[in-house]
């Protein structure tokens, strides 16, 4: 799937969101973190690997978990900060799980609670959810004003 065009959220902001949805498979983390790579350019931003990471983390569990059909990424710019969501079609709310160090995997959302300047997860139409995190990031010179 493409990516839908630019879209505003709220007819009063003025901050533009980006959105990809891309098919739910085992390449959907490599097309999310090439999107918020061009996406936090195209806002205005450096520096992206910490939000290249955790947009990989939260797609990599909506693939596995959710079992949705696609998955949706959304990139927002909100003054120096940079909003990324992952939403799925699954409205089980995924909780993070305990620490242990033997473990493979399940980090993904120790790695958001830990990187990230603020997180959450939001209920979506009752029917999925958002995992969401903001990171600040240095501006520069936005592409899209």
Known sequence: MAPTPLRHIDPDETDPEIVLIVRSCVLAPAVARAFVRSGV???GWTESEDAVLLTSEAVSNSVEHAHSKAVEVSLR????LVRVGVTDDDPIVPEMAPLDPTAVGGFGLRLIDLLSDE???EVVKGDGKCVWFEIALPI???AIP
């Not at 710019?77 to 120096?80: E, I, S």
């Open 140 to 142: 520069a010179t936005p």
């Open 119 to 121: 997180w959450g997860i």
């Open 77 to 80: 710019r909100h003054g120096r």
């Open 41 to 43: 350019a195209l806002l």
